[in-house]
T-cell receptor, first 116, second 112 residues
Framework: DAGVIQSPRHEVTEMGQEVTLRCKPI?????LFWYRQTMMRGLELLIYFNNNVPIDDSGMPEDRFSAKMPNASFSTLKIQPSEPRDSAVYFC??????????????FGPGTRLTVL | GQQLNQSPQSMFIQEGEDVSMNCTSSSIFNTWLWYKQEPGEGPVLLIA?????ELTSNGRLTAQFGITRKDSFLNISASIPSDVGIYFC????????????FGGGTRLMVKP
């Protein structure tokens, strides 16, 4: 079975540019989470979806960040305009709501974003 | 919000030694998870714990859900070089809905 798929794996962009990160969750998983990881702050939850609907976006840093999930197999995290302080590794994770192991989140390989 | 204190922050050990790390919280947790992250990769789930007092093994790894529901421990026996990585605990607090809180990680280095 394929795990969570993220693209691109690496992104280097200049300040002010728009950045779009993509995620395909594990098939059958109905929860999708976006995290950001930095040395200073560790793993931070940005937003999560259930059945394609955003449930909690309180972790989204500011209006420059937006996330969508148009269908069960695809989500995007967009930063516009990007700033150097957005440089981090962004992870997508998914999980099922089934009774067994319902809290176990499975992570993708991450997108390393560098904003110059 | 919930806080998870993970210790130690880093460990540098000799191959073959046993390793212990732990996470503590001021809140009660319903679930404890342990992940390992290797350079350039995402966290990989190692062990999941759902009941207070539960002790679960996965090969050389053993984790326990503390009886107070506020802590968890991970032990690695007879460490090998491929154990190198960052180990994270994560917990779901009683009132946290579907969200996990992550510890700061324990960076493990193993000297052959």
């Amino acid at each position: 079975d394929a795990g969570v798929i993220q693209s691109p794996r690496h992104e280097v962009t200049e300040m002010g540019q728009e950045v779009t990160l993509r995620c395909k969750p594990i098939s059958g998983h109905d929860y999708l989470f976006w995290y950001r990881q930095t040395m200073m702050r560790g793993l931070e939850l940005l937003i999560y979806f259930n059945n394609n609907v955003p449930i909690d976006d309180s972790g989204m840093p500011e209006d420059r960040f937006s996330a969508k999930m148009p269908n069960a197999s695809f989500s995007t995290l967009k930063i516009q305009p990007s700033e150097p302080r957005d440089s981090a590794v962004y992870f997508c994770a998914s999980r099922t709501s089934g009774l067994q192991s319902y809290n176990e989140q499975f992570f993708g390989p991450g997108t390393r974003l560098t904003v110059l | 919000g919930q806080q998870l204190n993970q210790s130690p922050q880093s460990m540098f050990i000799q191959e073959g030694e046993d390793v212990s790390m732990n996470c503590t919280s001021s809140s009660i947790f319903n679930t404890w998870l342990w992940y390992k992250q290797e350079p350039g990769e995402g966290p990989v789930l190692l062990i999941a714990l759902y009941k207070a007092g539960e002790l679960t093994s996965n090969g050389r790894l053993t984790a326990q859900f503390g009886i107070t529901r506020k802590d968890s421990f991970l032990n690695i026996s007879a460490s090998i070089p491929s154990d190198v990585g960052i180990y994270f605990c994560a917990g779901q607090a009683r009132n946290a809905g579907n969200m996990l809180t992550f510890g700061g990680g324990t960076r493990l280095m193993v000297k052959p």
